[in-house]
């Protein structure tokens, strides 16, 4: 009986494992303060809708009047938007203050785990109400009945006003910006988002690959990438384990069934006789396919994309392993025999765990260098 005992055991395990993976998942589910809002998840945690253990340390938002709410030591702020693959968050004022200029002003970012994406240098002048020279858009609401107020990047404006008696100068500040102006601003309200990152967790790699990250455990910060309830599986080797090894599993698993309901035909009929001994013969043993060696993987050229993401084959634009749109700057990797591209990342651990194209399924070898030429 010990076969029942242990098939037993096997769905209990499985059952439990599957049910604890689902209840770690359904806590740090990913919430958010209203329709159009921002979906937070980590490394952010949403308070009062989800635990604390499912964010970073100092990545706490909330909801205020259906707006996701960032408090800087400089004052809250409304989350505009987050993109997690990027590692940016760009915020605006909190209403009712409604006045983002002032807040930049005493902009303070140094006890928070953000930075500045871009930082964009502006000078404020106060100037005389009747002042309208070169048609600058005021800081409406730094300015009244009695001066208005400037803010420039131009270092002619910046001449301009300086030189002017109706105007001085109000402060200098540094306006965390989306990306940096290759062109100086003649004015600007300083109305748009605030756009600012982090670097840590670093989660951007994750993240592109369809990933999401999290904690490793409960005991320390250490950040993986986990794909549902797997963790720490990156996602061209969990395809390659879906493939090879799953089939294995469940055969082995319909076999245990087999054995379990032949042995109880067994007994049932034969359970009045003496036992006897069974001579074994050999099993036809399951076979996988290993994938190739580290040398060989190596071996293929690789690809760094410029800013025209031109490639072998124009019409790959996208990592068939991760499904991921090829970006400047990123390593691509070719398979020779076939010409398919790949992110580098992506074929090196496909390679490791099966020897063929993901896409053509040719086995591919290994490059040989060149032989030299006979002088």
């Known amino acids: 009986m010990d076969i029942f005992k242990t098939l037993f055991f096997f769905i209990l395990f499985s059952s439990s494992s599957l049910s604890t993976a689902t209840t770690v998942e359904k806590i740090c589910k990913s919430a958010a303060c209203g329709h159009n809002e921002p979906i937070i998840r980590f490394p952010f945690q949403l308070k ?15 909801c205020g009047a259906n707006q996701t709410i960032l408090e800087l030591p400089s004052g809250k702020f409304v989350v505009r938007g987050i993109d997690y693959s990027t590692q940016e968050i760009w915020i605006n004022d909190y209403y009712p203050n409604n006045c983002l200029p002032k807040k930049i002003l005493s902009l303070n970012l140094s006890n928070s785990p953000f930075t500045a994406s871009y930082n964009q240098p502006f000078t404020l002048f106060n100037c005389s109400f009747h002042y309208y020279g070169y048609n600058l858009i005021p800081v409406a609401c730094l300015s ?10 131009s270092d002619r404006v910046f001449e301009l006003l300086l030189s002017s008696s109706s105007c001085n100068v109000f402060a200098s500040v540094q306006v965390p910006v989306e990306r940096p102006f290759y062109q100086q601003v003649m004015s600007s309200d300083l109305g748009d988002d605030l756009w600012l990152t982090w670097g840590k967790p670093r989660c951007t790699k994750c993240e592109r690959r369809g990933a999401r990250c999290g904690f490793m455990s409960n005991s320390s910060l250490e950040v993986g990438c986990s794909y549902g309830h797997e963790q720490g599986i990156p996602k061209g080797a969990r395809i390659a384990v879906i493939t090879g090894a799953g089939v294995p599993v469940m055969l082995c698993f319909v076999g245990l069934l087999l054995v379990v309901f032949a042995k109880f035909k067994s007994f049932v009929r034969n359970r009045s006789l003496p036992e006897y001994n069974s001579t074994i013969t050999p099993q036809h043993v399951l076979t996988t396919t290993t994938g190739l060696d580290t040398l060989t993987i190596e071996s293929y050229p690789k690809i760094v994309l410029g800013e025209s993401r031109r490639l072998p084959k124009p019409d790959d634009n996208t990592c068939p ?15 020779p025999e076939c010409m398919h591209c790949f992110h580098a990342d992506c074929i090196d651990e496909w390679l490791q765990l099966s020897a063929s194209c993901p896409i053509c399924r040719n086995s591919p070898g290994r490059l040989l260098p060149p032989e030299p030429q006979d002088s």
């Open 48 to 62: 009062n809708h989800q635990p604390k253990s499912c964010g970073y340390p100092g990545f706490t938002l909330s």
């Open 144 to 153: 009244d009945q009695n001066y208005t107020v400037f803010a420039t990047s």
């Open 321 to 335: 392993i991760c499904l991921c749109e090829y970006k400047p700057m990123e390593t691509l990797k070719t398979i």
